[in-house]
T-cell receptor
Framework: DVKVTQSSRYLVKRTGEKVFLECVQD?????MFWYRQDPGLGLRLIYF???????EKGDIPEGYSVSREKKERFSLILESASTNQTSMYLC??????????????FGPGTRLTVL | AQTVTQSQPEMSVQEAETVTLSCTYD???????LFWYKQPPSRQMILVIR??????QNATENRFSVNFQKAAKSFSLKISDSQLGDAAMYFC???????????FGQGTRLTINP
């Protein structure tokens, strides 16, 4: 079975802090994604990556950056956390490369609270 | 841009009965994929069912089936013989060649009454 893990289930940070959310997948998947989930809005794509050191902006990249130094790891960075970034963050991965759709496998999520 | 709409924020059903969750989408593409994902409370989101737009036959996975109406841009999920383990948030999602990303609906929270 594909396993996608996220570094924390719950995280509390203060406004202005730099926050790192880590995601690791163990199935050699090409694609990795970061979403945020908010009630009534569903999942919105923040960033995604089709390969190591590649990144593409999603629908709501403002205030976020990402890093993919190794194929299995995709990090989401909040450079200066703000209260409107309080949310559930979901990481996902899928096997196939750019231009293909495939089942996305999700991590358990990180519920981030910014005070 | 493609949009996905789930008009039912919450639904409930008695155990063992059948429930249908609605989803509509807006697109100008002819070739695309549609998905239903399930997110149980405090558990990971998993794929329930997938439909290719070029296939006329509705997808089925055990107790889960879809009613895909391409002309109406409708993609509903039917759960037969509902079980307590079916309680979850259900998300409808669209993937097309244009955007090459999943576009999710707002979600429907399904409650199963024993």
């Amino acid at each position: 079975d594909v396993k996608v893990t996220q570094s924390s289930r719950y995280l509390v940070k203060r406004t202005g802090e730099k926050v790192f959310l880590e995601c690791v997948q163990d199935m050699d998947h090409e694609n990795m994604f970061w979403y945020r989930q908010d009630p009534g809005l569903g999942l919105r794509l923040i960033y995604f990556s089709y390969d190591v050191k590649m990144k593409e902006k999603g629908d709501i990249p403002e205030g976020y950056s990402v890093s993919r130094e190794k194929k299995e790891r995709f990090s989401l960075i909040l450079e200066s956390a703000s209260t409107n970034q309080t949310s559930m963050y979901l990481c996902a991965s899928s096997l196939m490369g750019s231009g293909h759709t495939d089942t996305q496998y999700f991590g358990p999520g990180t519920r981030l609270t910014v005070l | 841009a493609q949009t996905v709409t789930q008009s039912q924020p919450e639904m409930s059903v008695q155990e063992a009965e059948t429930v249908t969750l609605s989803c509509t989408y807006d697109t100008s593409e002819s070739d695309y994929y549609l998905f239903w994902y399930k997110q149980p409370p405090s558990r990971q989101m998993i794929l329930v069912i997938r439909q290719e737009a070029y296939k006329q036959q509705n997808a089925t996975e055990n107790r889960f089936s879809v009613n895909f109406q391409k002309a109406a841009k409708s993609f509903s999920l039917k759960i037969s013989d509902s079980q307590l383990g079916d309680a979850a948030m259900y998300f409808c999602a669209y993937w097309g060649q244009g955007a090459q990303k999943l576009v999710f609906g707002q979600g429907t929270r399904l409650t199963i009454n024993p």
